[in-house]
């Protein structure tokens, strides 16, 4: 049943996308330190033909990993695309099978003077590595947080509809991470909580633009894409908007100090009329001087640096309600103020505080 589950969400419109080399490339390169020494999971990619996989497996030695550990869900629509895995009948199709691929050496043993995938590909098919089957490949599988025990560090794109369960079981397994997930996910009351206490925060990556990444073929519907391009491997190509990185990693961005410019003054700030705060609707607009709450868009949890701000809340759940407007403030969040005499709700705000106001 958890099988039919994760094939059901990996068909869904958002699930269906595959992570490209070069986006993976642009933010592992800032985390790169906290790899030397440990084993590597992606437990939600096709071993080879995940790029997830080959990033990993090209720069094993450079990164100083122990593992390297990935695994195939059942019925994966890209399995086998580069890869031809021999179960003992090489002139066949592949398989559609569940399987894990394990790598715990990466030489140059054909012998061309560079470590690259057909090396992986040589290892594989001589037993130097580990090639084996498993049940399901379904990350909830028994067998798979088996595998997740034994990880030092999660890297992965999960499928978008089983975010939830996915953060919950890495937090449960008390794993470190960095995953790909939709900026939805940040309201979610499964994952705000954690923002909150500083156990997830977003990664290197700015919110904006969202990622270009690989469609399945088989999925693909032109009549109902409206942009799209073929890049020169022959692969579809969309742009995802919303896609960020959530990790418990830390990187040099998390610490950068947010150059604040502004002075706070009641014209320019509206305060909300059911709650004790004020409206800031840029980050770039956040006052340097202003002690109380704040109201800030989603995208300060890019530029959030835990030493400089606090996390407060979300702007959203009963506040309209325990101050009696109910349903007279519609919107996203239950926030309210009232600007040229017409009352406003703002898409959505996340509640913070400066810890040092200055007083210039």
């Not at 990164?63 to 390297?68: I, K, P």
């Not at 030092?152 to 790909?180: C, G, H, M, W």
């Not at 609707?281 to 949890?301: A, Q, R």
């Amino acid at each position: 049943m958890a099988n039919k589950k994760l094939n059901a969400a990996k068909a869904a419109k958002m699930d269906e996308f595959y992570t490209q080399l070069a986006d993976i490339e642009r933010e592992l390169q800032h985390y790169w330190p906290h790899f030397a020494g440990k084993t590597v999971l992606c437990n939600c990619d096709d071993p080879y033909e995940s790029n997830f996989f080959k990033y990993f497996a090209l720069r094993f030695n450079q990164l100083g990993l122990r593992r390297l550990v990935c695994t195939c869900y059942n019925g994966s629509p890209v399995q086998g695309n580069e890869l031809l895995i021999d179960w003992g009948d090489f002139r066949r199709e592949p398989r559609r099978i569940a399987y894990k691929v394990e790598i715990t050496e990466v030489r140059d043993l054909n012998g061309d003077g560079a470590v690259d995938l057909s090396d992986v590909r040589y290892l594989l098919r001589n037993d130097k590595n580990v090639l084996a089957t498993l049940r399901t490949g379904d990350f909830r599988d028994p067998e798979c947080i088996e595998l997740l025990q034994q990880a030092d560090i999660v890297v992965t794109n999960p499928p978008f509809s089983l975010f939830r369960e996915y953060i919950a079981q890495l937090v449960e397994y008390d794993k470190k991470f960095l995953i790909i997930g939709n900026m939805n996910a940040l309201h979610y009351k499964e994952i705000f909580p954690l923002i909150m206490k500083g156990k997830i925060w977003t990664g290197y990556k700015p919110f904006g633009g969202g990622m270009n990444m690989i469609q399945v073929a088989s999925s693909f519907d032109e009549t109902k894409t409206k942009s799209f391009k073929i890049n020169e491997r022959g692969e579809i190509i969309k742009n995802i908007m919303g896609c960020i990185w959530f990790t418990n990693l830390d990187h040099n961005k998390r610490h950068e100090e947010l150059d604040l410019v502004c002075r706070y003054t009641p014209e320019a700030y509206p305060h909300y009329e059911n709650f004790d705060g004020i409206d800031v609707s840029s980050v770039l607009d956040i006052p340097y001087d202003y002690d109380g709450v704040m109201g800030v868009p989603d995208t300060f949890l890019e530029k959030f640096n835990p030493e400089q701000f606090e996390i407060l809340g979300l702007g959203s759940g009963d506040l309209a309600k325990q101050a009696g407007v109910g349903k007279n403030y519609r919107g996203r969040t239950d926030l309210a103020f009232t600007h040229n005499g017409k009352q406003k709700c703002p898409y959505s705000r996340i509640l913070i505080r400066n810890k040092h106001p200055k007083t210039i």
